[in-house]
């Protein structure tokens, strides 16, 4: 649903200035992870598997939603008609 032409070169660019973050945060991560005893270690992951999984579900039902209030009333079709404003909901 992200790449629905909703992407733009802005959010791209600052995708790639998290990466040191991220490595920076990875090297940090790694030691505190290995003090763990094994299955609090395995724990961690599971519950940060869920985590993860709920927060993807979510993203996907508002997007649902979303798109599903950009539709016309009484139009036939199902998905947002490029002549709506996404704000205001009148016509462009």
Do not use: C
Request: proline share 8%.
């Amino acid at each position: 649903m992200i790449w629905q032409n909703r992407m733009s070169a802005n959010i791209l660019w600052l995708t790639l200035l998290t990466i040191p973050t991220s490595i920076i945060r990875t090297q940090v991560g790694l030691p505190a992870y290995r003090r763990l005893p094994e299955p609090i270690f395995h724990q961690t992951l599971i519950w940060l598997n869920l985590l993860s999984g709920i927060a993807l579900v979510l993203r996907e039902m508002a997007a649902i939603v979303f798109q599903a209030r950009l539709v016309k009333p009484g139009a036939g079709h199902v998905g947002p008609d490029p002549g709506w404003s996404v704000m205001t909901r009148d016509r462009a």
